[in-house]
């Protein structure tokens, strides 16, 4: 006797001692190893009458070290696979051992864990042909089975705590589906939600979680996880993408791993350990020990990833290099392993597109696992961060315009020069219908490709277009290079010519549009944004709408800017009576033209220049311009 309340003393202590502990990613060796010094937990074999299938059903009960019919637990239900019934957690994954070991460390609430068999029918074995149509409808059938015969059952039998926030399901591969299903479809009945390495059977995530706003008051852990060489990983990053973006609160856990019991013995042990808790949202990004490869990675590259927190990942092989670092916009240094290996992780990055570079021993170089852009004025590696809000420029299903290459001969640069056309959807179908246009220009160190690739601008416009948001329109994204001189007044005149005598022409001669101000609009960012202040300002007879994007006219008494504002104060009832949008945007006081842009409107208000004035958050880079041209768009050609 004295024993056993030594060791429950012990057991006590560990528990609130485990509270305190660094947060574990992994479970640590051993951890599904039998220790036969420790209190054990019971397995038992239990049969419940079921009203869905009309007959006695079995299922397994594990009751934790020291069960007491005088307490009241909390349960689990813990589902399993398709090739499976309800002994194969205990076959496959010895859960006993690996929670008797949990309660033994202090890791683990007591708690009841029901594993039953999910295959709801008569014949509920795993024989015969697994996959037939009438064994998969089982699965689903087991949802019945579970909230109307199992539960009750459980509940009357067992001295268990009935509300929601005391029961949980969980399940692997196709009980991961399940569990996923059948939780997230009844927030009434589970409070906790564990889906390992769910399965097909999966609900598509608009199914699972129509309302994320009572997901997120109602869950109090929703735990998806998967190995990262799984074939079904898509399952579970589909609906971590979706619960990402409408900021439903959960744990997305990747490991190294495919589709078995390793991978599932440890999700037991992360997961059992967060159950009946309070539990923090703020930690959920810190548990996963892998992130997702970027969007941004060259086919099949696993590095970099992104982590649930929006760090990244790195890892290069360079065995001869002596120091390796990743530039993005910050230097951190990768560590060797003896492997000749560098690995690290950055801090949070910002939403969006960034560009970087590998700088090994010094020389600066595009990372040869992602995609390269062409910006920095040289091609560079890029990486897209995830954002909860860049549902305005993701691929959905709504009618695509098309991205065009045209070339032309220039006779201000004596040479051949492309430009990218964006056509709306419908376009070549409506031949009788003529479009407004929209020049826009890139930064300084980019080109005519910044825009579309980079920029996004045909999913942005899709987007606006389908939701009745924008006005169809063609999206002309030429090549603002034209000398390679100094970016004097010099080459802003030879940018208008080029512009205007030009590319304007070649455009209304090539394309369906309406060659007039009323639906002419200019914009830009950065050089493009000053481009577009003179080119545009200069001829407010032929554009009728001007964005200028993180810009705005050097100071210190530059030539060009003090002759603009002298013709701008000459023209300012011309400028205002002919411009009906004049909209300067910039990335907040971290933009680096910021100042600039502050004085320039200082200037303006002086000479009573009308403009609409907007700030988003995020300096000088491409995810304050994506949300500039979204915003721009909308204000055109009505």
């Known amino acids: 006797m004295n024993r056993l309340i030594l060791a429950i003393a012990a057991f006590c202590m560990a528990y609130i001692t485990g509270h305190t502990q660094a947060i574990v990613t992994h479970a640590p060796q051993g951890f599904d190893s039998l220790r036969n010094e420790i209190l054990h937990g019971k397995i038992d074999t239990i049969q419940y009458t079921s009203k869905t299938v009309g007959i006695k059903r079995k299922a397994i009960v594990y009751t934790p070290p020291g069960y007491s019919k005088k307490t009241r637990y909390p349960v689990l239900y813990l589902l399993h696979g398709i090739g499976g019934d309800e002994k194969e957690w205990l076959n496959g994954g010895t859960p006993q051992v690996i929670l008797d070991n949990l309660y033994a460390a202090g890791k683990l609430a007591p708690m009841i864990v029901v594993m039953p068999n999910g295959r709801a029918m008569k014949d509920d074995r795993a024989t015969g042909n697994i ?15 579970l909230l109307q015969d199992l539960i009750p059952f459980v509940e009357k039998q067992y ?23 059948f939780g997230l479809g009844n927030l009434d009945r589970f409070a906790w939600v564990g889906g390992f390495s769910s399965a097909p059977n999966t609900r598509s995530p608009e199914l699972l979680v129509p309302d994320p706003e009572i997901a997120k008051r109602q869950l109090r852990l929703l735990w998806i996880s998967c190995g990262d060489n799984d074939n079904l990983i898509s399952f579970s990053k589909r609906t971590h993408d979706y619960l990402y973006e409408n900021k439903v609160p ?32 703020n930690t959920f990004t810190q548990y996963t020990v892998l992130g997702t490869p970027a969007t941004t990675n060259v086919r099949n590259a696993s590095f970099p990833q992104i982590l649930p927190d929006n760090r990244v990942g790195f890892r290069l092989k360079a065995p001869q290099a002596q120091r390796v670092q990743i530039d993005l916009g910050k230097k951190y240094d990768l560590i060797k392993d003896t492997a000749g290996y560098w690995t690290g992780t950055t801090d949070s990055i910002g939403e969006g597109f960034h560009y970087y570079s590998l700088l090994i021993d010094g020389v600066a170089v595009a990372d040869p696992a992602s995609e390269t852009f062409y910006g920095m004025g040289r091609m560079a590696a890029g990486i897209e961060i995830p954002f909860a809000d860049g549902a305005f ?13 045209k ?12 430009c990218f056309v964006y056509t709306p959807p419908g376009y070549d179908s409506a031949t009788n219908q003529r479009y407004p246009v929209l020049y826009l220009l890139h930064g300084g160190g980019e080109d005519e490709r910044g825009w579309s690739a980079q920029g996004k601008t045909d999913l942005i416009l899709d987007n606006l277009i389908a939701a009745q948001q924008a006005k169809p329109m063609l999206v002309v994204m030429m090549d603002g ?13 030879t940018f208008e010519n080029e512009l205007m005598r030009v590319a304007v022409p070649f455009i209304e001669k090539n394309y369906r549009t309406i060659a007039n101000a009323e639906h002419r609009a200019l914009a830009g960012l950065s050089m493009g944004g000053i481009q577009t202040l ?33 013709f701008m104060k000459q023209s300012a009832s011309k400028i205002n009576g002919n411009l009906k949008q004049f909209w300067i945007s910039m990335g907040g006081k971290e933009d680096i033209a910021y100042n600039n842009c502050q004085n320039m409107l200082a200037k303006f208000d002086e000479m009573q220049i009308k403009y609409n004035y907007s700030e988003y958050p995020g300096g000088h880079t491409w995810p304050v311009w994506r949300n500039n041209l979204y915003k721009f768009a909308q204000l055109l050609f009505k």
Request: aromatic fraction near 14%; charged fraction near 20%.
């Open 534 to 566: 003179y080119a545009g300002i200069n001829n407010t007879d032929q554009f009728a709408y001007l964005g200028v994007f993180s810009s705005g006219w050097f100071g210190g008494k530059q030539p060009a800017a003090e002759q603009q504002y002298a």
């Open 131 to 145: 996959m037939a149509p009438d064994k998969i409808q089982a699965f689903a059938t087991f949802e019945q089975d």
């Open 481 to 493: 290079n034209v000398s390679s001189g100094t970016f004097n007044e010099q080459s802003l005149r």
């Open 250 to 281: 959960h744990i997305y856990y990747i490991e190294p791993g495919v589709h078995d019991f390793k991978v599932w013995k440890n999700s037991l042990y992360m997961f059992s350990q967060l159950l009946f808790k309070p539990i923090h949202p």
């Open 159 to 181: 001295p268990v705590l009935t509300d929601r926030e005391h029961r949980a399901i969980a399940g692997l591969s196709m009980g991961g589906g399940q569990a996923l299903n």
């Open 407 to 418: 070339r032309y001969f220039s006779p201000i640069t004596n040479s051949w020069r492309r």
């Open 393 to 405: 420029y993701a691929i959905k299903d709504v009618p695509h315009g098309d991205v065009r290459i």
